[in-house]
């Protein structure tokens, strides 16, 4: 990775190499720790990060699934990410907040455990290749199975959980894939290594629906606000995996891996990325970097955009 000089720990800033836990730390034992990813942009009046207190929310949200309050007030964090961003003198760059489970307690009780949070930052490119945003990737349908909602709670974003990506990533990349897809329980469609994924058909878009044991992906959320502001029809429904074989086009959305076509499924060839994705892709790429108003609201700017005139 791309080492930065600075990270937030626990409300002030400290050398990167200096942001370290204790090895009998709850969260590296038992995945105990919730985090969040997000991207800030070269946008046109700064850098700006994307959708930033949407991000802190669900932080927010996942740690409460598991019984642990964030110990920063949302604004603290809020600054905590503009300070990591601007003492790095970083531009375009990739945030990661965690909030997890320190040390002083053994064992599966974890309530009297102490709670660290802490902030980095770094740039982190193109997550599936420039190519794959270019020209799309190829995907592999798992072995491995979504873990189910009565399982963990798909809509925390929990550092244990990730090992069920870990595991499929792992397997469709041996195989010679550049992403895996992941079936739930049920055996329908639920979503990517570290991704939502949405399909199109004769001209409808369709993403599975958080039942389905998905992340509530912030960059699936801004994709169908983009995609109906555009005008097209978005549907949230179960989707079978032949569905994904039959589709017009097919897509990812995520922080990391941003608005990334799908080239073929199984070897299924879906074909070169279509316009609706191309689409959206552009408008997506435009709000991100400030160049379309109607999305203005979802930029929050570390160095204020000078005043219009
Ligand atoms: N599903 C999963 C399982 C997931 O991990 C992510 C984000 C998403 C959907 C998309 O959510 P959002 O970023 O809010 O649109 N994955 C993060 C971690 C990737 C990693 O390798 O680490 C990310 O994109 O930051």
Same mark, same amino acid.
């Given at each position: ?99 997890? =489970? ?31 945003? =270019? ?10 199975? =979504? ?163």
């Amino acid at each position: 990775m791309q080492e930065a000089e600075k990270i937030w720990m626990n409300g002030s800033l400290v050398d990167w190499h200096d942001a370290k836990v204790h090895v009998l730390s709850h969260g590296l034992h038992y995945g105990s720790s919730v985090f969040e990813g997000i991207r800030a942009y070269d946008a046109e009046g700064g850098v700006a990060v994307f959708r930033l207190d949407d991000h802190l929310a669900r932080l927010e949200r996942s740690a409460a699934q598991y019984f642990m309050e964030v110990p920063f007030p949302r604004e603290e964090m809020r600054q905590g990410v503009h300070g990591v961003i601007s003492s790095n003198g970083l531009g375009a760059c990739y945030i990661r907040p965690i909030v997890l =489970r320190g040390y002083g307690v053994m064992g599966l009780h974890p309530l009297e455990a102490p709670v660290d949070v802490s902030i980095a930052a770094w740039v982190w490119g193109a997550y599936l290749g420039e190519d794959g945003l =270019r020209n799309g990737i190829d995907t592999k349908v798992s072995s491995w199975r =979504r873990i189910g909602n009565n399982t963990i709670p798909a809509t925390a974003k929990a550092g244990g959980q990730y090992l069920n990506s870990i595991l499929a990533k792992i397997e469709t990349h041996k195989a010679g894939y550049a992403e895996a897809i992941l079936l739930n329980e049920q055996g329908m469609v639920a979503d990517g290594s570290g991704e939502n994924i949405f399909v199109v058909k004769d001209g409808l878009i369709s993403t599975p629906p958080l039942s389905a044991a998905i992340l509530e992906g912030i960059t699936r959320n801004s994709i169908m606000e983009i995609a109906r502001a555009e005008g097209y029809d978005v549907v949230e429904r179960d989707l079978a995996r032949s569905e994904l074989y039959n589709a017009d086009e097919v897509f990812m959305t995520g922080t990391a891996a941003e608005v990334c076509p799908i080239r073929s499924v199984d070897d299924h060839v879906i074909g070169p990325p279509g316009p609706i994705t191309r689409r959206l892709q552009e408008v997506f790429e435009d709000a991100v970097h400030g160049r379309d108003p109607r999305w203005s609201q979802w930029l929050d700017y570390v160095t204020a955009p000078a005043p219009a005139g």
